[in-house]
């Protein structure tokens, strides 16, 4: 045998023996399961506050991402100047409470943040960037020195270093898949967010006897100890109720002076409000009151996207009683909560459909004299209930000479969502008006039979006397929107990019977030 052939026996062909052994390969495990589900927990924990658009998952993810690299840059060096198990034992030691704390700590943090950022309308994208990276990136830099750690113990030969990081990275990913299926499909639901953050925690902790001995047992039983706390969180008001649904943070709070309101994600924009002795609110639901009179003809079907805990059907019992209602609401839980809390079946006319507001549109042949949508999330847009094609089907759906309209977020002096939006809806509808009712909020209506000033006069004064000041505002204030040069499609609706322009440059010029109310509200 040559020499050539001799180096390639050596080199190649023969196969080395891995030394990564038992504990190692369960350090790893329990790193990338603790990582993600720290990830995909720590991302629900901000919804309550910050919402669950893309702009915040993206701010989770990336700043998990980097510090995930981070970690391995760091652990990569640190292993070759002390390769020691006792040094990771100690970094996953410091993981495993960094994540154990976040539940206790996010509280305050993310209630002052909130506030703070409401105050300022400095929006969803800046709040939960910075709190994923005051809660989130630390310990996600300590769990990503874990790999190359790892790999730097368990490489003996030099000839093993690529079986040794490609079984390494195996299981990581192994682990990494348990940590983002277990929170999601089992952990959240049965337990909640809290105490799988808590979970998360308790399989990091776990490894670590492994590498320091029986002294690291006492951080196992004291992380296990901390689910026995009782979670939840600390609000204004009596809450009536609170929970998680498949989908969102679910929580009802009752007020010092009687209103109920329902609170979705973020926290801060009211979805629902109930009273006991009125269905007026002085806030955005309201607004929709204004429209019956525009049909010249009896209301007769209406579909709300978006019915939350039923609100405006709630209204449109009292005033419009001869409507029949198909209140749609993706979230089951929601529904349920209205019935409970919210008056959501005090309209017999009200029937409750649980489904996503466009696939109903969709699948049904129904046509209905008005389509209400209030389905935004303040201040995000869906951003396929925004497009060219969602308001074609909309315009599909309604009855001859019906009416959409929609309830848009904007800044004062700054209306360019709603205006992208009514500019969008102008290509497909005759006649769109936009009406700002309030400082944050825009109704935008758009008309099969176009309507003239002194059209809009007249359905004003054909309006309940209680409600018919609102019908008197809109006819003055309403606005035509002009068909957009581009309008928004399924392809391209930037809704993210230009909400957070939006309020940035809003937050900048020191502007609050400060609402005023309607004249139909209780005062």
């Known amino acids: 045998m040559g020499p050539v052939a001799a180096q390639l026996t050596d080199d190649v062909l023969v196969a080395p023996e891995t030394h990564l052994g038992p504990a190692l390969t369960l350090v790893v495990l329990a790193a990338g399961t603790g990582s993600m589900t720290a990830e995909i927990a720590g991302a629900r924990l901000l919804q309550p506050f910050f919402g669950s658009s ?33 040094l990771l034992g100690s970094i996953l030691v410091c993981a495993a409470v960094l994540v154990a704390a976040i539940p206790f700590v996010e509280k305050p943090l993310l209630e002052w943040g909130a506030d703070a950022l409401d105050t300022y309308s400095a929006g969803e994208a800046v709040g939960s960037f910075v709190a994923a990276l005051v809660l989130f990136a630390p310990p996600a830099v300590l769990l990503g020195m874990v790999p190359p750690f790892v790999i730097r113990l368990g490489v003996h030969d030099v000839r093993e270093s690529g079986a040794i990081a490609g079984r390494v990275f195996a299981l990581s990913t192994a682990g990494s898949l348990a940590g983002t299926f277990l929170p999601a499909l089992v952990a959240i639901p049965l337990v909640g967010t809290q105490r799988t953050l808590l979970c998360a925690a308790l399989v990091i902790a776990s490894a670590t006897p492994l590498l320091l001995g029986r002294v690291a047992f006492v951080l196992v039983l004291a992380i296990a100890a901390l689910l026995a706390v009782p979670p939840g ?227 004003a004064e054909q309006l309940p006397e209680r409600i018919r000041v609102l019908g008197g505002l809109f006819a003055s204030d309403a606005k035509p929107a002009k068909p957009s040069k581009d309008p928004w499609t399924d392809d391209r609706a930037p809704v993210e990019w230009v909400t957070d322009r939006m309020i940035l440059s809003y937050a900048v010029r020191g502007g609050t977030a400060s609402q005023e109310l309607l004249p139909t509200a209780p005062r």
């Open 233 to 459: 969180l600390v609000r204004p008001g009596d809450i009536v109720f609170e929970g998680e649904s498949r989908y969102q943070y679910v929580r009802v709070v009752e007020e010092e002076d009687g209103p109920r309101k329902l609170f979705l994600n973020e926290g801060i924009a009211i979805h629902s409000l109930w009273r006991a002795d009125t269905v007026l609110t002085g806030g955005e639901w309201d607004m929709f009151l204004v429209l019956p009179p525009l049909l010249e003809r009896p209301v007769r079907q209406v579909a709300i996207l978006g019915n939350a805990g039923g609100t405006t059907g709630r209204a449109y019992g009292v005033f419009f009683s001869g409507a029949r209602i198909d209140g749609v609401e993706l979230d089951p839980v929601v529904s349920d909560v209205g019935r409970r809390y919210l008056g959501l079946g005090d309209n017999p006319n009200l029937r409750v459909v649980t489904r996503d507001a466009r696939p109903f549109l969709r699948r049904i042949d129904k046509r209905y004299d008005l389509i209400l949508i209030d389905t935004y999330r303040q201040p995000y847009v869906p951003f396929y209930l925004a497009t060219r094609e969602f308001f074609e089907l909309v315009r599909d759906r309604l009855a001859p000479g019906g009416i959409v309209a929609l309830n848009a977020a904007t800044v004062p002096d700054d209306t360019r969502l709603a205006d992208e939006i009514a500019g969008t809806a102008a290509t497909v509808f005759p006649q769109v008006l936009q009406w700002q009712a309030l400082r944050l909020n825009q109704l935008i209506v758009g008309l099969e039979t176009p309507k003239a000033p002194d059209d809009l006069e007249r359905a």
């Open 54 to 86: 893309s702009i915040v998952w993206a701010n989770v993810i990336g700043l998990v991402l980097g510090a995930l690299a981070l970690g391995y840059w760091l652990g990569g060096r640190l292993a070759d100047r002390r390769p020691s198990r006792r």
